[in-house]
């Protein structure tokens, strides 16, 4: 499934070649170009989840396939490792790139507004992706992927599959709004049907370690579980590895989220029948946002002010549709 | 100005030890007392409850007749009353200057007066005659500069009852004169002033009265004039003694000498130094602080950067690159610095003995019942009093301590022993015990190097004395040219 | 040479009664705080939960427990030496990201996957050693304080990783991960192989901190630096071997780890450093330096562990209080140790 390591290495050399070309051609650029083309800023986390570093390989797979297409359109792609990072790299984009376009996926909604909302001020049209600001005002479109669905598509499947009877124990990612949003969504709709019980929900951080530990206590504690909704494809992993260690069979499901290239395939070749569905929440949704964006200002139009990205339920029979063996989540 | 202190009836218990034992006697104003004692007498715990470091168990302070418990040093010195340590209690990372004013800054207003106060620390610095700026950090100063600090610290508040605990203990000659100067001024001033010192003729020379101390209980006292260092001695130990020193081994001048050290350069303290020492011989090694005898040895047994010079170990050149390699080839040096280089106080006795030669210990895993008998036998052959094996080497008392650390540098069966400032801060009948220890060494066929800014102590004890000044070897000095008058003429290079 | 000198052979001198007693008695068990803290909070833990006091949970807590109880041992030497290490964490998830990769790679060449299994696990124990032994020479060769070297390799070892796996998760391949699954999940004699490393781990730390010139230099190098150069111990070879133990301990630690999930990424060891360290503490050596104990620190390393099993074995309190619940029994541990000093 890997490629090995030496052809890794020069991809990354290539990969980093062409992030310090297009940085250099940045600074020669004359500023009186920036009136008539498209300069985009992408600003992004870093790669310290599998997720993260599925966003970050969609934004750098949009500039390459954008700047092929589009002569007039430059994107310059900064990774932040924290909120107070980002704030700063915004601030470098907007003054020494001479961006008039953003596209921002913000760490946090209430530390970034302001940093946004100065970014907007001097005339950069700003896409705020994911994450919404605290001051919707700071940005002029909205892009994200449908969290409520994400929880709600998994409870409503539950429900469905099980006849409205099942005990489901869950795991929760990070103690975050988005986590929260979720967990109500999915706690919500199970209400509708009474019979499926949630026995628990812990943190384990999406975190494949983390889950793992706490899908063991879950199997300690409860002797009867049908359903685990791991809430995350990562954590998905170390609840299937606790299981197989356990050998518990009750189980009869697995459902994890986001739909990372490895649970899609198991689900499309059927490789693990705990494996049956699991919900999109793709971080192509970044690519998406690139292009509506730079497409858009090529044109001169607006986007809409608000656009939420469908997540939708993958099985086996749609799961080809829904797999990128490239990209790395 | 004058402040008379009377004890009456002072006790002191650590938890069900006496320390003191209904301690009484009155001190006079405006006079210099000598308190006299063995370590252990109970001397320093005495000062610390007049200064506040220490409450008693029962009995009184009285101060200018009314009873006073100090809860803590600084109330103490609000009434003028200072203690300077035995062993200094300065913060390393300040300088000292921060430290002269620690808890007493001068302000201008809502800021620190910097000026003002550097200027009075230099003026401080001057009067005890250490001449180092006071922005130094105490950290770079060496154990006898930082006991002047403490001193002019004491200097700068008000001072009404000086206490010194040990003053001179590691201050060079001239040093010792100018701090006899201050307690003169300080006394004509009418500062009452408590002396603790082993050294008696510091005692005889400065001080009014003697009062001695004995087991935590008060002795005697009397006019220091007309009272003879022998009876002294006499009473501060509560018998006879004969004679501190051993009597001397003939000098073995005959033979190939056992070291032999040519043209040794430690950059920034000895320039080409060269001696040697043959095998049963007693060296001295006298200079002034500063004189760069401590670093040399340092620098000998690589602890620090030689730029030239040989080294020959009977008649074979030897490169010592640490002290390991050092002690490879049988040189073994204690440090001056007992507290923080000679030995773990806060680690068992028994493991600080054995540390330079656990080696011998591990067949391959450490045994504790040879470290024990390693342990049995040191405590007997160098009379370690106090001491159970697994109780931290701090428990000891200062002289003990001293005989743990030799004990320990002679575990490795070092044929050349290095010993610095052997006997700072020993009681008397330590220090005899120490000096007798020495000379039994060197009968054994050791050579011996003893560093020392006691005169009498090298005079007492060596065949020969190297003279050091400012890094450089002034003079060799032996047989009936020993005398204090020459050694502190080469020291000072006033010689001819 | 007629001698003062004090020799082994001539066996007059008195025992002590100390010197009589077997070495394991005369051993202090310091480990008290710890050791109560820990009971009590398996009775709270019985008492919320009876599963809580099964075999098999047990055998689950150990299991978790070894990998930053391995650590722990080694830490703790570097921190009895005065020093600390804050890199074990992303250390462990480079050595696991190369051992991964490592053996991908040998899988299509060698054929035989145990021979794979094998020169990986080796690789993971010496690159473990050597990351160590880099960080002792920049240390003591360096002059370099060893909270910044280790927050420098800190950042180093997890951006490699990052890099290597290209921001996603290194996945051993799958007939490799079928073969070395066992070295995480058999169960010899009843308990899982972590548990009998971990088990091994302590005692020969336990005999190499109290029973070795090693064990005994590097307290006496913790208590006071200067003491020990002058008392002519290699202070530099010393600092490097412990230095170098550690990473060889956390290289242990990894290759148990990895057969458990047969993966690593960026998040792999995130933390362990802190969780390495509080046990180190919790379980009583100072963090000065000077002074340590291995039992401690492997009663310090259960007991986080336990309060987290705790925690997920019941639902009393609220999941988004967890972390004050840890805080607070830490810091109670804490104060039962100095009680006790």
């Known amino acids: ?329 | 100005m004058s402040l008379r202190v009377a004890f009456d009836g002072i006790t002191k218990r650590f938890g069900a030890v006496p320390v003191l034992n209904d301690v009484s006697f009155e001190l006079a104003p405006g006079r210099v007392h000598a308190l006299l004692g063995e370590n252990g007498a109970g001397k320093s715990t005495l000062v610390k409850i007049l200064a506040g470091y220490e409450r008693a168990s029962a009995g009184t302070v009285r101060i200018d007749g009314g009873a006073q418990a100090f809860p803590t040093a600084r109330e103490a010195e609000a009434q003028g009353i200072v203690l300077v340590h035995q062993e200094t209690n300065l913060a390393d990372a300040l300088t000292v200057t921060e430290n002269i004013f620690l808890g007493h800054e001068l302000r201008r207003g809502w800021w620190l007066d910097e000026r003002a106060m550097r200027a009075k620390a230099r003026m401080a610095l001057d009067e005890v005659g250490l001449a180092v700026d006071p922005d130094t950090k105490l950290r770079d100063l060496i154990i006898a500069e930082r006991q002047l600090v403490e001193i002019a610290k004491a200097l700068v508040r008000r001072v009404r009852l000086l206490i010194l605990d040990e003053p001179t203990a590691s201050l060079t000659p001239t040093e010792c004169e100018r701090l006899f100067g201050l307690v003169a001024r300080l006394r004509a001033d009418g500062v009452t002033i408590i002396y603790i010192s082993h050294k008696l003729d510091e005692v005889e020379r400065i001080t009014d009265e003697v009062i001695v101390m004995r087991d935590g209980r008060f002795v005697g006292r009397a006019p220091t004039a007309g009272l003879a260092r022998g009876r002294m001695v006499e009473m501060m130990i509560g018998r006879e003694l004969a004679d501190m020193f051993p009597p001397k081994e003939p000098e073995p001048t005959s033979g190939p000498p056992m070291l032999e050290v040519r043209g040794l350069t430690v950059p920034g303290w000895a320039e080409q130094v060269s001696f040697t020492l043959h095998a049963g011989e007693i060296l001295g090694f006298a200079g002034l602080v500063g004189a760069g005898r401590t670093e040399l040895f340092e620098g000998l047994i690589g602890l620090r950067p030689c730029s030239s010079g040989t080294v020959m170990i009977d008649g074979r050149p030897a490169r010592l690159r640490n002290p390991r390699a050092a002690l490879g080839r049988g040189i073994a040096y204690l440090s001056e610095d007992r507290k923080g280089k000679a030995l773990h106080l806060h680690m068992p006795m028994r493991d600080n003995l054995t540390l330079a030669s656990l080696d011998r210990h591990a067949r391959p895993w450490l045994s504790a019942a040879s470290e024990d008998r390693a342990w049995q036998r040191a405590r007997e052959l160098f009379a370690i009093r106090g001491g159970d094996a697994g109780a931290p080497a701090a428990t000891l008392s200062g002289g003990n301590q001293q005989k743990l650390a030799i004990a320990k540098y002679l575990e490795p069966a070092p044929r050349i022993l290095v010993l610095d400032e052997p006997t700072r801060g020993v009681d008397v009948g330590a220090k005899r015990e120490i000096y007798f220890l020495i000379a039994r060494l060197a009968a054994e066929g050791r050579g011996l190097i003893v560093v020392s800014s006691e005169l009498i102590e090298l005079i007492g004890l060596c065949h020969r004395v190297v003279v050091m000044r400012r890094g450089r070897v002034m003079a060799t000095v032996a047989g009936t040219r020993l005398t204090e008058a020459e050694l502190l003429a080469h020291a000072l290079d006033t010689h001819h | 040479m007629p001698s003062t000198r004090i020799t082994e052979a001539d066996g007059s001198a008195g025992h002590g009664a100390a010197a009589a007693r077997p070495w394991f008695r005369r051993m202090r068990w310091r480990g008290y705080g710890p050791l109560l803290g820990l009971v009590l909070l398996c009775v709270v833990g019985t008492a919320l939960n009876p599963d809580f006091a099964t075999w098999d949970n047990w055998v689950n807590v150990l299991a978790r427990t070894s990998f930053i109880g391995i650590i722990a041992i080694g830490m703790c030497f570097v921190i009895v030496t005065g020093g600390i290490d804050l890199s074990v964490g992303s250390m462990a998830a480079l050595i696991a990201g190369g051992e991964i990769l490592l053996m991908n790679s040998l899988a299509t060449s060698l054929g035989s996957p145990v021979a794979v299994i094998a020169l990986g696990m080796v690789f993971a124990i010496v690159l473990g050693g050597l990351f160590g032994i880099a960080h002792g020479l920049l240390i003591t060769r360096g002059r370099i304080e060893p909270f910044i070297v280790t927050l420098g390799t800190l950042g180093i070892f997890r951006a490699l990783l990052t890099w290597l796996a290209d921001g996603g998760v290194i996945t051993l391949d799958g007939m490799l991960s079928d073969s070395y699954g066992p070295v995480y999940y058999a169960t010899p004699l009843g308990l899982q192989v972590p548990v009998w490393v971990f088990a091994a781990t302590a005692f020969a730390g336990a005999v190499l901190l109290n029973r070795t010139t090693f064990g005994r230099y590097v307290k006496a190098i913790g208590s006071n630096e200067q003491v020990a150069r002058y008392a002519a111990v290699d202070v530099g070879q010393v600092k490097l071997l412990a230095y170098g133990l550690l990473g060889a301990c956390v290289g242990i630690a990894t290759l148990l780890y990895v057969p458990r999930l047969g993966s690593a990424s960026p998040t792999t060891g995130l933390l362990w450093e802190l969780e390495a360290i509080a046990a180190v503490i919790i379980g009583g050596t100072s963090f000065r330096g000077g002074s340590g104990s291995i039992a401690g620190t492997v009663t310090g390393a259960i007991l986080l562990s336990v309060i987290g099993n705790v925690l997920d074995l019941t639902s009393i309190i609220s999941v988004y209080l967890n972390a004050a619940v840890q805080g607070v029994v830490i810091i109670v541990v804490a104060l039962l140790q100095r009680r006790r000093t």
């Not at chain 1, 100065?118 to 705020?128: D, I, S």
């Not at chain 1, 009869?252 to 198991?266: C, H, L, P, T, Y």
């Open chain 1, 1 to 329: 499934m890997r490629k090995t390591e030496s052809d890794h290495l020069t991809r990354r050399h290539l990969l980093a070649a062409g992030v310090a070309l297009a940085a250099m051609s940045a600074l020669a650029a004359p500023p009186a170009r920036a009136d008539d083309a498209v300069n985009l800023g992408v600003s992004i986390p870093a790669a310290t989840h599998g997720f993260t570093a599925g966003i970050v390989w969609w934004a750098n797979k949009a500039k390459k396939d954008l700047e092929q297409a589009h002569p007039g359109l430059k994107i310059t792609v900064r990774t932040a490792a924290g909120a107070p990072q980002q704030a700063d790299q915004l601030q470098d984009l907007t003054i020494v790139t001479k961006i008039n376009a953003l596209v921002v996926f913000p760490f946090e909604s209430a530390a970034l507004t302001q940093p946004v909302a100065q970014v907007k001020k001097r005339g950069v049209y700003v896409t705020v992706v994911d994450r919404g600001l605290s001051d919707t005002s700071a940005q002029d479109a909205y892009i994200a992927g449908d969290n409520t669905a994400f929880g709600r598509i998994p409870a409503e499947y539950i429900a469905k599959k099980y006849g409205g009877s099942a005990d489901v124990v869950s795991l929760r990612g990070i103690p975050t709004t988005l986590d929260t949003e979720r967990w109500n969504a999915f706690t919500g709709a199970l209400k509708a049907s009474p019979n499926v019980k949630i026995l628990d929900g812990k943190y384990a951080n999406w975190n494949r370690d983390d889950a793992f530990k706490v899908m063991q206590d879950y199997l300690t504690r409860f002797k009867k579980i049908d359903v685990v909704w791991a809430a995350d494809d990562d954590m998905a992993v170390g609840v299937l590895k606790a299981i197989q260690q356990a050998k518990r069979t009750d189980i009869k499901e697995v459902f994890g989220g986001a739909g990372a290239k490895d649970i899609v395939k198991a689900i499309k070749d059927g490789s693990n029948p705990l494996l049956q569905a699991d919900v999109s929440y793709s971080p192509k949704f970044i690519y998406d946002a690139i292009k509506m964006t730079a497409e858009a200002r090529l044109k001169g139009d607006k986007l809409p002010p608000t656009y939420i990205i469908p997540s939708v339920l993958i099985t086996r029979e749609n799961a080809a549709e829904y797999y990128f063996p490239d990209s790395p989540y």
